[in-house]
T-cell receptor
Framework: DAKTTQPPSMDCAEGRAANLPCNHS???????VYWYRQIHSQGPQYIIH???NNETNEMASLIITEDRKSSTLILPHATLRDTAVYYC????????????FGTGTKLQVIP | DAGVTQSPTHLIKTRGQQVTLRCSPK?????VSWYQQALGQGPQFIFQ???????QRGNFPDRFSGHQFPNYSSELNVNALLLGDSALYLC????????????FGPGTRLTVL
């Protein structure tokens, strides 16, 4: 079973910041938060990951709360091409990886 | 472009038949994982191959089997196809068996009639 909870859908106006929340209240100390997205009928694409510090790359920013029980993915200036399903995933730092995807958040960017 | 390739792109089979799907990992990657994605659902983990051995397996029956070759490419085999096996089959590659970013291929769309 997925260890994360995400809203099923969200809308965002083009050019505005998209803030996608994820709840992972049972996360343990050696578990990372990963975000992937899947544009219609394509394979999932890696976006960003973090352990406890906030992270930023060319695609997005990841804000993790101090207690690590939730996080927010931020797309600073959403474009129509950001319309996709966004998955928040928790993975441990060692051992074999059995990635469990939930149902994700369907982000619709509106012109 | 993540560099993971899958073939074929689309496939139509009938119930009871067998199918083989193929995956070539991103250059430099040695681990391949397979996922099944039904319409409207998130990808479900089938199994993972590393050093030519199955290392982890999800909740899938033995009809689903795989293989990894010395060049790290992989095959997914499904026997005795059921209508419910219709899905997008995704391959992901990564480096090593521990935590690492997975890069996904475009998938193979399997339709079972």
């Amino acid at each position: 079973d997925a260890k994360t909870t995400q809203p099923p859908s969200m809308d965002c106006a083009e050019g505005r910041a998209a803030n996608l929340p994820c709840n992972h209240s049972t996360i343990s100390g050696n578990e990372y938060v990963y975000w992937y997205r899947q544009i219609h009928s394509q394979g999932p694409q890696y976006i960003i990951h973090g352990l406890k510090n906030n992270e930023t790359n060319e695609m997005a920013s990841l804000i993790i709360t101090e207690d690590r029980k939730s996080s927010t993915l931020i797309l600073p200036h959403a474009t129509l091409r950001d319309t996709a399903v966004y998955y928040c995933i928790v993975l441990n730092s060692g051992g074999y990886q059995k990635v469990t995807f939930g149902t994700g958040t369907k982000l619709q960017v509106i012109p | 472009d993540a560099g993971v390739t899958q073939s074929p792109t689309h496939l139509i089979k009938t119930r009871g038949q067998q199918v083989t799907l193929r995956c070539s990992p991103k250059s430099g990657h040695d681990t391949v994982s397979w996922y099944q994605q039904a319409l409207g659902q998130g990808p479900q983990f089938i199994f993972q191959y590393y050093e030519e051995e199955e290392r982890q397996r999800g909740n899938f029956p033995d009809r689903f089997s795989g293989h990894q070759f010395p060049n790290y490419s992989s095959e997914l085999n499904v026997n005795a196809l059921l209508l419910g096996d219709s899905a997008l089959y995704l391959c992901a590659s990564s480096l090593g068996i521990t935590l690492d970013t997975q890069y996904f291929g475009p998938g193979t769309r399997l339709t079972v009639l």
